[in-house]
C-alpha cells in the first residue's frame, strides 16, 4: 500500500467516524449544535480523502481554502455536481454560525437536516473515488 492509499484510507476512516458520531448523537438526544459540528466535520474529511484520491494539492488549512479548491477541481469541471458544493458552504456556515456567533440557535430540524446532507455528500464522494466500507 502507498502512504498516498494509507492517508486517504485514514480521513475516509475519519469521515466514517464523525458521521457515526453525528448520527448516534441524533438518536442520543445530543445538542443540536454538536450534530451540526460533526455532520460539517464529517463532510470536511471526506473532501480531504477526495483530494488525497485524486492527487489534488491543497496546501491550505482554512476551511475556505479546502471549500475553494472542491469547487474549482470538482465542481466547476463537472466531476462533481454542483448541489454538493452547495450542500458543503450550507453546513459550513451553519457551524461557524452556531459555534462563534453569540445566542445563535441551532434546531433539532437543522441537526437532522445535517446530517443528511453529510450522508448524502458522503455517498457521493464514495461514488467518486470508488471507496467501499461496511461501517455506512
Not at 496546501?59 to 454542483?82: C, P, R, Y
Request: no cysteine; charged share 25%; hydrophobic share 40%.
Amino acid at each position: 500500500m502507498t502512504d498516498r492509499e494509507t492517508i486517504f484510507g485514514y480521513r475516509m476512516g475519519q469521515t466514517e467516524e464523525t458521521l457515526s458520531e453525528a448520527v448516534r448523537m441524533m438518536e442520543t438526544g445530543f445538542s443540536p449544535r454538536s450534530i451540526v459540528n460533526r455532520s460539517y466535520y464529517a463532510m470536511f474529511y471526506a473532501v480531504l480523502a477526495l483530494f488525497i484520491h485524486s492527487n489534488t494539492s491543497h496546501k491550505t488549512s482554512k476551511h475556505s481554502g479546502v471549500i475553494g479548491i472542491l469547487n474549482k477541481e470538482f465542481i466547476h469541471t463537472g466531476k462533481l455536481d454542483a448541489r454538493f458544493a452547495k450542500m458543503l458552504y450550507d453546513l459550513f456556515d451553519k457551524r461557524m454560525e452556531s459555534d462563534y456567533r453569540d445566542f445563535a440557535e441551532v434546531s433539532e430540524e437543522d441537526a437532522s437536516n445535517a446530517v443528511l446532507a453529510a450522508q448524502e455528500f458522503i455517498t457521493a464522494i464514495k461514488a467518486l473515488t470508488a471507496y467501499v466500507s461496511d461501517k455506512i
